[in-house]
């Protein structure tokens, strides 16, 4: 019951010093920009590069205070590019990295993201999405979808996009990211909100030592020390050759796309209308359908996890005998194209959106609902 | 006893033994091997990291064996920061045109030499963009006709002065070490493996931030031969960018 979670259960390392932060075996009330830094922490990442930018500042300021106490490099940059080039650095030294801003500062990192992706360089992007396009505003929206999804920098290049939708969720997520980065060694980005990073939830706290994967880096700059030397580079010049790195890239993003699909559902076997959604619209999805289900509609909810890769194969299959699917974003209208291309035109899909950071209730939703299928019921 | 003088003439263990691309009658190639001849001198082949730029020196890991790293354009001293403050035992050092360091990357550069990195910056200054073809450098002297500025750089038309970056970071209290050679002549090559050692010998005493800034001949791209070429850092690129320990 994905959906459910307000609360949930998080593992804290009892290597670090949490008990000034945290208290074990309790529920803390934490935001999601802190609860993301410290997930961070935990996943055992030792560096951090960052630029002030509204609204992921809790997490830039967390990172200042914990990671010197954990041991690992807190670095605030210049700008958003010299941060994102700082975690290539780190990375190419074999640290877990991160960096983290929010939609205007995400585009000028992207010349640092590509240049990881294309020199398989494992790192952690966190995109705290705020309004735009430009300067936009601070409030909350999801305009990023392709920016994160499709592309971003230049070149052939996919990131792996988780896109949580609780407090509790953040967490876990960002500690999944970095061994999703290492075992693929490339960026991946958790792509949340203003909402959630700004929004404090309870999530309970449990002592135990998270079971942290190590990766062998054996192609790290450490010193050429009883070794060849290693090369860290994202060049390719001869003939050929570069075609190759980009077949080599493309074959481990399918077994991306075979392997790390995830998505939540709730009530879909008995529904006839599915909704989907990610993040944190996928809460006010479930408020709206919890109202639908009281007046007698059955409604089912489907929610990616992985934005990329996208659960195209998944959705379909599990839409198969339903009559229509509704998607809600905080945007324009991005992720619904996925949506309309994993349903082939099978089944009607309806998109309901706002933009500007301007935030639809559930009590939106429902009347949208009822004033499309009334009128489909007419035609 | 007089000290026992070394003659023997080999490459150095940290230079592979390959050709390079480089033009006739280029600079880097000399730096590239006195770079090597103080990573073996000093015996920290086995630590040292080097950040290689964007520009004609970005495959420079064909040529050095040790580890290195390449850079986006202008990013070489914030991927050396990150380096090196998470492996402080390692030597660090950044290999640098002047495009890439003071135009694309005078953020990093200052940045870097501000928080008083314990880095080591190798600044290769050619007064032009090299691998580009040949276009206005932010080193430009003015009047030098490039691709950019067909006519020659004028101030007054607002293509600028030359940016004398060593200056400008000498003044930061994070850096430790600025100094501007050139590798035109043997005597100017021998300050050279002086100042380049020293940048090193700065890193290892944990002294902060160093930078050689080295005046380099290009003579394709000056249309010059070779010989024209080192008169013309002697004669013309030192009124500019006089050589001498800045800082």
């Known amino acids: ?379 | 006893m007089p000290e026992k003088v070394n003659l023997e003439f080999k490459k150095p263990r940290s230079l592979r033994n390959v050709s390079t691309h480089y033009c006739p009658g280029c600079g880097h190639g000399i730096v590239h091997r006195l770079v090597t001849e103080i990573v073996d001198e000093l015996e920290i082949r086995e630590k040292t990291v080097a950040i290689a730029p964007v520009g004609c020196s970005v495959i420079a890991y064909d040529y050095w064996d040790f580890d290195v790293s390449e850079a986006a354009h202008g990013r070489a001293l914030a991927v050396a920061t990150a380096m090196k403050r998470c492996r402080p035992n390692l030597v660090v050092f950044t290999y640098q045109g002047d495009g890439d360091l003071a135009s694309i990357g005078i953020a990093e550069t200052l940045y870097a030499a501000n928080r008083g990195e314990n880095l080591t910056c190798i600044f290769i200054n050619n007064a032009c963009y090299g691998m580009t073809g040949g276009q206005m450098a932010p080193t430009t002297l003015i009047g030098q006709k490039t691709t950019t500025t067909p006519w020659g750089r004028d101030p007054a038309k607002g293509d600028g002065f030359p940016l004398k970056v060593s200056e400008l970071i000498a003044n930061l209290p994070g850096v430790c070490y600025v100094e501007r050679v050139s590798v035109s002549n043997p005597q100017n090559v021998i300050k050279t493996k002086k100042a380049i050692k020293q940048a090193f010998l700065n890193q290892l005493e944990d002294k902060g931030f160093s930078l050689v800034e080295i005046l380099s001949q290009c003579p394709v791209i000056w249309r010059m031969t070779p010989q024209e070429a080192v008169k013309w850092v002697e004669s013309e690129m030192i009124k500019t960018f006089p050589l001498g320990r800045i800082k």
């Open chain 1, 1 to 379: 019951m994905l959906y459910k979670g307000l609360t949930k259960i998080i593992i804290l390392d009892s290597r670090f010093p949490y008990k000034k932060y945290m208290s074990a075996n309790k529920k803390v009330l934490i935001t999601g920009n802190e609860a993301m830094a410290e997930a961070a922490l935990q996943a055992g990442c030792r560096f951090f590069a960052g630029y002030p930018i509204t609204p992921q500042n809790e997490l830039i300021a967390y990172m200042a205070k914990r990671m010197p106490k954990a041991g690992g490099v807190f670095i605030q940059a210049e700008s958003e590019i010299a941060a994102v080039n700082m975690v290539f650095g780190a990375s190419a030294a074999g640290f877990r990295a991160i960096t983290t801003s929010s939609s205007p500062g995400i585009s000028l990192k992207q010349e640092g993201i590509s240049y990881m992706a294309g020199a398989q360089l494992p790192c952690v992007i966190i995109n705290v999405m705020r309004a735009g396009p430009g300067l936009g505003n601070i409030t909350p929206s999801q305009g990023d979808y392709f920016q994160a999804t499709k592309g971003g920098g230049h070149g052939d290049y996919n990131l792996i996009v988780l896109a949580p939708s609780t407090v509790a969720e953040a967490f876990e997520l960002t500690m999944l990211a970095f061994d999703l980065a290492d075992k693929y060694r490339n960026p991946v980005m958790i792509l949340t909100d203003a909402f959630l990073g700004q929004m404090a939830e309870p999530i309970e706290i449990k002592r135990q030592r998270p079971k942290n994967k190590n990766f062998k880096k054996d192609w790290a700059l450490t010193g050429a020390k009883n070794r060849k030397p290693n090369v860290i580079s994202s060049l390719f010049i001869k003939e050929g050759v570069l075609e190759e790195h980009n077949k080599k890239l493309q074959e481990k993003y399918k077994s991306v796309r075979k392997k790390e699909i995830r998505y939540k559902s709730l009530n879909l076997k008995e529904a006839d209308i599915v909704f989907v959604s990610y993040g944190i619209v996928s809460r006010i999805a479930q408020e709206a359908a919890n109202i639908l289900k009281r007046e007698g509609m059955n409604i089912g909810l489907f929610s990616p996890v992985t934005l990329w890769p996208f659960p195209y194969k998944q959705l379909k299959q599990l839409t198969a005998d339903k009559k229509a699917v509704f998607v809600f974003e905080l945007s324009s209208g991005q992720m619904v194209q996925d949506v309309e291309f994993a349903l082939d035109r099978t089944l009607p899909v309806y998109f309901y959106g706002r933009m500007g950071g301007e935030v639809f209730s559930e009590k939106d939703i429902v009347k949208f609902v009822k004033k499309k299928l009334t009128y489909a019921g007419k035609s």
